[in-house]
């Protein structure tokens, strides 16, 4: 581990809760006019899920952080006039443009150890390339077919050999279509003062220590190399060089760094009452979401149903720069469900039936109904609340 010298600062666990809410844009004005991809290029990257319940969880990010932004705009912002790419960040992330460089020492990685054993069929490789040179962007499907006809996993040659295109950085994901990815190739996708970027990989590595530091407000080692799934070396290897200082925060046991201009103002300003994706960067990385907000978050759709404790599917309700409750939803028609809300105490009625009212009006409901309450005694009031908005 690298060396830490002495502490720009010595920061209170209150003001670093409040930094990191404001790195992640849940404190203060939103960025209206930056919009959906104002969020993007401050976030640095938006994790995707296949779990859809009140929508999707790259449509549930910059939701929670603007307001009820169209969903249709959401996709647009995203993907069209090449704004964004998705590659292998965090998990599957929608990434800005921009830092299509910044990547270069995966995609050299992936080449040098391929990802997966699959063998392919000679010239499936070179078949994909000419097929994608010629038609322009295609989905796996359109390229030939995305499985065999076996188990999920059992994938078709075109579609292994369009991944690993993409892996190495020859393919780019420009989009998802009906959830399926749309490839074209790098060349074509990518401005060419980006593509042809010559980044070795130290730089990659500063560069993403400081886009994670900055996106988080403070965060320790593994906060901000998990951000990019970069190991702890390379982190060492970079922090110092990175433009981040060292901090230390009451109550944190291990060494912190900070964005130098997140600790040149005190964070103030308004804040955003929301229901949460599982997968949000705010909370997505559960050390540093108990060691923030005191709060114990763990995503149940995976637990098989009998042992969930909150759902599957709970988001947590941000309201005052606290979590302050769990929601599992779903959709029924034009009524969204509540099927399990768990409140952190009576003073979390109002923020959780608000949250509830908005998300329902964002994805077209009329109607929320709440099912079951932790504690029971919260349920009346709970539905007396939702009611009244």
Known sequence: MTTVPPPAAELSADEARRIALRAQGFLGAPDRRGGVRGVLRHLGAVQLDTISVLARSHELIPYARLGAVGRRTVEDAYWTEGHS??????????LPVEEWPHFAFRRRAYRSRPHWSHDLPDGAYEKVIKQLRAE???????????KNGGEWWDWSA????????????????????????V?????????????????????????????????????????????????GEQFDAVVADS????????????????????????????????????????????????RIFGFTHRLEAYVPKQKRVYGYFAMPVLAGGRLVGRVDPAREGSTLVAKQV?????????????????????????????????????QGSLAQAVKAL
């Open 243 to 290: 433009g981040l200082v060292p901090v230390s925060v009451e109550g944190w046991s291990k060494p912190a760094w900070a964005d130098p201009e997140a600790l040149a103002s005190v964070p103030r300003g308004r804040h955003r009452t929301t229901l949460l994706s599982p997968f949000d960067s705010l909370i997505w990385e559960r050390a540093r979401t108990e």
């Open 342 to 378: 768990s409140l952190e105490g009576a003073k979390a009625v109002p923020a959780v039936a608000q949250a509830l009212s908005e998300a329902a009006t964002w994805v077209g409901c009329t109607d929320v109904r709440v099912e079951r309450v932790s504690p029971p005694e919260l």
């Open 136 to 146: 322009g962007p295609l989905t796996a499907t359109e390229l030939g077919g995305a």
């Open 183 to 231: 490839y074209d190739l790098a060349e074509r996708a990518v401005p060419g003062h980006l593509l042809h970027a010559e980044l070795d990989d130290a730089e990659c590595m500063r560069r993403l220590v400081r886009l994670a530091g900055e996106a988080l407000g403070v965060g320790t080692r593994a906060d901000i190399a998990d951000y990019h799934r970069l190991k």
């Open 158 to 181: 075109s579609k292994v050999a369009v991944e690993r295109a993409l892996m190495y950085g020859e393919v780019v994901c420009t989009e998802r279509r009906s959830w399926k990815r």
């Open 85 to 94: 790419f998705e590659y292998w960040s965090h998990a599957a992330c929608i």
